[in-house]
Nanobody, 125 residues
Framework: QMRLAESGGGLVQAGDSLRLSCAAS????????MGWFRQAPGKEREFVAA????????RYADSVKGRFTISRDNAKNTVYLQMNSLKPEDTAVYYC??????????????????WGQGTQVTVSS
């Protein structure tokens, strides 16, 4: 049973940067594709970014391309989401997810084996 714990959220101003971390425990981290999702108040959860077990392949939602970067450190069992040029519309609870797969195809559609509890990101204008 893998457990995922997000951290790094907070309140920032538009244009600022944040780095989210997701620490995994209880599973073979390197066997999992990892993803970040977000859910804003009154909206459905949406895909943000995903990365393969090796880190060689990444995928992003159009709304964050060029601003967000997903990365992972398999030695630390941690996946990161570097968020730059934040906008008020990025305000949401951000969730980390893991899917036992060698590709990002499934996790990019929201199919995941494990989910974290989420971390709040609030961007003020």
């Amino acid at each position: 049973q893998m457990r995922l714990a997000e951290s790094g959220g907070g309140l920032v101003q538009a244009g600022d940067s944040l780095r989210l971390s997701c620490a995994a425990s209880g599973g073979p981290f390197s066997n999992y594709a990892m993803g970040w999702f977000r859910q804003a108040p009154g909206k459905e959860r949406e895909f943000v970014a995903a990365i393969t077990w090796s880190g060689q392949t990444t995928r992003y939602a159009d709304s964050v391309k060029g601003r967000f970067t997903i990365s992972r450190d398999n030695a630390k069992n941690t996946v990161y989401l570097q968020m730059n040029s934040l906008k008020p519309e990025d305000t949401a609870v951000y969730y980390c997810a893991a899917q036992r797969s060698f590709t990002v195809v499934a996790i990019s559609t929201g199919r995941a084996d494990y989910w974290g509890q989420g971390t709040q990101v609030t961007v003020s204008s």
